[in-house]
């Protein structure tokens, strides 16, 4: 759980600090190209690049590695122990961002409480409008869903007629356009990245850009009304820092950059609707780009597979049995006692391997003491048995155990996040050369799965039932690497597909493959005696 909200986290805070980046370049150029409005509407594509990184990722087609695997020396009881070590870390990291959380959640309530106390009695005015004891920071807009707008309590002696009439409608903007919101939204941000610097500055010049687009929409509203909106900032500019739930008049925002906008020509009516699909590109850019650069997930067969493991432990005279059920590398033990006394411990761990097969790995400890590190490679639904010899007259060990999977959990074939497209057409045998057939003469039946990549390659090939001899099982696969195909084709593009492939090997006379064809058209066959001939 920690592990996957670090992770969560991080991939979070690495697309959102490049969008942050790139907006802090592209805001001057918007702003001069296509009005402020564009320039704070742009800060849309943060949000939407984080939240994007929480939607599924995009889905590959799983691919198999093929029969053959090296097995390496490990021992169950190191491979048990770095998981602990690990999780200690994951659990600090994730304590210490809780704690700077609840921190910067405490410092900007607390910044907000002392706003509003610091306002005293509220006292409801003309035209909506409510007016405070105090003057500092005000007027503002202040509320999330019971908005109001304050004014200082010196309002009607500081400010002509006009000018109030800017004022207010610049503070009503601020409410009608969903600024209230969005600084809440974004002081949010600031609480779950308290630790990324580059979320901060984005808060600071996002609160820049909307003043600036309101003073844009203002004087759009009142053309010839500039020269009193710029006395009318003069006037309210106090020493005081934004809350973050609050738009002030008098906030600390450059008093140079927003008077110099007053002098500029308005966006025309054309310039705001290419800002519009311009804005909406960057946004659905930033997303599709945070969604997409996601890695793919690891195959939900690693995640949702139950082994059953049956073992009968035979040691000393001694005899137990156990049935487990576990998910593929997590380890599980077992211990018992011979009838002399003598205590033993393993230490298990199935591991997924190619279709049907699994790999066993044990620590063996007989009296306190280690006893080997035997690894098993076993056929699921089969038994197997390893012995451990005892030494100086201690009676040797032994274990047999059969591995299945759990009746409703997937198939080690299991495509992962997506089914791969089958093939729906009709396979060309002669274009595929048949397998050698092998010196041993065993006959059996190999049933390969193939993965097609979109040029009509054999990418990878996955076994999914064995014939009962290697010697069968690798001839088939050898020759399955060479074979081609016409590649699957979704929406007129080549996709990655999968087609299932039957090898029969068989020293009698062969059934006619056309038959064989006509009953399953995307399932090649060939009879190992044509195969010998060829």
Not at 231 to 251: N, R, T
Not at 465 to 490: K, N, V, Y
């Given at each position: 759980m920690s592990s996957d909200l670090l992770r969560l986290l991080l991939a979070t805070t690495l697309a959102t600090s490049l969008v942050i980046?790139?907006?802090?370049?592209?805001?001057?150029?918007?702003?001069?190209?296509?009005?402020?409005?564009?320039?704070?509407?742009s800060w849309l594509c943060v949000p939407v690049a984080a939240l994007a990184v929480l939607l599924p990722a995009r889905e590959v087609a799983v691919e198999w590695d093929a029969v053959g695997t090296v097995l390496m020396p490990m021992r169950a009881a190191t491979a048990a122990a770095a998981p602990s070590l690990s999780s200690m870390w994951e659990t600090c990291l994730l304590v210490a961002w809780l704690g700077g959380v609840v921190a910067m959640t405490g410092w900007l309530w607390m910044r907000q409480h002392r706003f509003v106390r610091g306002l005293g009695e509220l006292r409801r005015c003309g035209d909506g409008l409510w007016s405070a004891t105090s003057t500092r920071g005000l007027p503002a807009a202040i509320g999330l869903f019971r908005p109001r707008i304050v004014v200082p309590a010196d309002f009607e002696s500081r400010y002509l007629e006009r000018e109030r009439v800017l004022i207010a409608c610049h503070e009503r903007l601020h409410i009608n356009r969903g600024d209230l919101v969005a600084n809440a939204f974004m002081s949010a941000l600031r609480c779950v990245y308290w630790f990324n610097p580059l979320i901060h500055l984005a808060a600071r010049r996002l609160r820049i850009d909307q003043e600036l687009a309101c003073d844009v929409d203002v004087i759009r509203r009142h053309p010839g009304a500039r020269r009193s909106y710029g006395e009318a900032m003069l006037k309210g500019q106090l020493d005081v820092g934004p809350v973050p739930l609050a738009c002030h008049w008098p906030a600390p925002h450059p008093l140079r950059e927003r008077i110099a906008q007053l002098g500029k020509q308005l966006p025309s009516r054309r310039r705001r609707a290419l800002a519009t699909l311009l804005v909406a590109a960057m946004v659905v850019a930033a997303g599709y780009g945070a969604w997409a650069a996601q890695p793919a997930p690891p195959p939900a067969v690693a995640q949702e597979r139950l082994y059953h493991i049956a073992m009968q432990v035979s040691l000393g005279g001694a005899t137990r049995a156990f049935e487990i059920r576990e998910k593929p590398g997590k380890a599980f033990a077992v211990s018992g006692q011979t009838e002399a006394g003598e205590t033993w411990k393993g230490t298990f761990r199935v591991e997924a391997m190619t279709a049907g097969r699994a790999r066993v790995l044990a620590d063996i400890d007989v009296a306190g003491k280690p006893a080997g590190s035997p690894e098993l490679l076993i056929e699921l639904g089969k038994s197997a048995s390893l012995r451990i010899d005892g030494e100086n007259g201690k009676p040797s060990l032994s274990i047999e155990l059969m591995v299945t999977l759990e009746p409703?959990?997937?198939?080690?074939?299991?495509?992962?996040s997506r089914p791969i497209s089958r093939m729906k057409r009709a396979v060309d045998h002669s274009t595929l050369a048949p397998p050698r057939y092998p010196a041993s003469r065993h006959e059996g039946t190999v049933v390969m799965r193939l993965v097609i990549g979109t040029e009509g390659g054999v990418s990878q090939v996955g076994l999914e039932r064995s014939s009962g001899f290697d010697d069968l099982d690798q001839a088939a696969m050898t020759a399955a690497r060479g074979w081609r195909f016409e590649p699957a084709i979704e929406a007129g593009r080549a996709v990655v597909s999968m087609v299932r492939v039957p090898v029969e090997f068989s020293l009698d006379e062969p059934d006619d493959l056309a038959q064989q064809a006509a009953r399953d058209p995307t399932e090649p066959a060939w009879n190992g005696q044509r195969s010998a001939r060829r």
């Amino acid at each position: 759980m920690s592990s996957d909200l670090l992770r969560l986290l991080l991939a979070t805070t690495l697309a959102t600090s490049l969008v942050i980046l790139l907006l802090y370049l592209l805001r001057a150029p918007l702003r001069r190209w296509l009005g402020a409005g564009a320039a704070y509407a742009s800060w849309l594509c943060v949000p939407v690049a984080a939240l994007a990184v929480l939607l599924p990722a995009r889905e590959v087609a799983v691919e198999w590695d093929a029969v053959g695997t090296v097995l390496m020396p490990m021992r169950a009881a190191t491979a048990a122990a770095a998981p602990s070590l690990s999780s200690m870390w994951e659990t600090c990291l994730l304590v210490a961002w809780l704690g700077g959380v609840v921190a910067m959640t405490g410092w900007l309530w607390m910044r907000q409480h002392r706003f509003v106390r610091g306002l005293g009695e509220l006292r409801r005015c003309g035209d909506g409008l409510w007016s405070a004891t105090s003057t500092r920071g005000l007027p503002a807009a202040i509320g999330l869903f019971r908005p109001r707008i304050v004014v200082p309590a010196d309002f009607e002696s500081r400010y002509l007629e006009r000018e109030r009439v800017l004022i207010a409608c610049h503070e009503r903007l601020h409410i009608n356009r969903g600024d209230l919101v969005a600084n809440a939204f974004m002081s949010a941000l600031r609480c779950v990245y308290w630790f990324n610097p580059l979320i901060h500055l984005a808060a600071r010049r996002l609160r820049i850009d909307q003043e600036l687009a309101c003073d844009v929409d203002v004087i759009r509203r009142h053309p010839g009304a500039r020269r009193s909106y710029g006395e009318a900032m003069l006037k309210g500019q106090l020493d005081v820092g934004p809350v973050p739930l609050a738009c002030h008049w008098p906030a600390p925002h450059p008093l140079r950059e927003r008077i110099a906008q007053l002098g500029k020509q308005l966006p025309s009516r054309r310039r705001r609707a290419l800002a519009t699909l311009l804005v909406a590109a960057m946004v659905v850019a930033a997303g599709y780009g945070a969604w997409a650069a996601q890695p793919a997930p690891p195959p939900a067969v690693a995640q949702e597979r139950l082994y059953h493991i049956a073992m009968q432990v035979s040691l000393g005279g001694a005899t137990r049995a156990f049935e487990i059920r576990e998910k593929p590398g997590k380890a599980f033990a077992v211990s018992g006692q011979t009838e002399a006394g003598e205590t033993w411990k393993g230490t298990f761990r199935v591991e997924a391997m190619t279709a049907g097969r699994a790999r066993v790995l044990a620590d063996i400890d007989v009296a306190g003491k280690p006893a080997g590190s035997p690894e098993l490679l076993i056929e699921l639904g089969k038994s197997a048995s390893l012995r451990i010899d005892g030494e100086n007259g201690k009676p040797s060990l032994s274990i047999e155990l059969m591995v299945t999977l759990e009746p409703g959990t997937t198939s080690p074939l299991s495509t992962g996040s997506r089914p791969i497209s089958r093939m729906k057409r009709a396979v060309d045998h002669s274009t595929l050369a048949p397998p050698r057939y092998p010196a041993s003469r065993h006959e059996g039946t190999v049933v390969m799965r193939l993965v097609i990549g979109t040029e009509g390659g054999v990418s990878q090939v996955g076994l999914e039932r064995s014939s009962g001899f290697d010697d069968l099982d690798q001839a088939a696969m050898t020759a399955a690497r060479g074979w081609r195909f016409e590649p699957a084709i979704e929406a007129g593009r080549a996709v990655v597909s999968m087609v299932r492939v039957p090898v029969e090997f068989s020293l009698d006379e062969p059934d006619d493959l056309a038959q064989q064809a006509a009953r399953d058209p995307t399932e090649p066959a060939w009879n190992g005696q044509r195969s010998a001939r060829r």
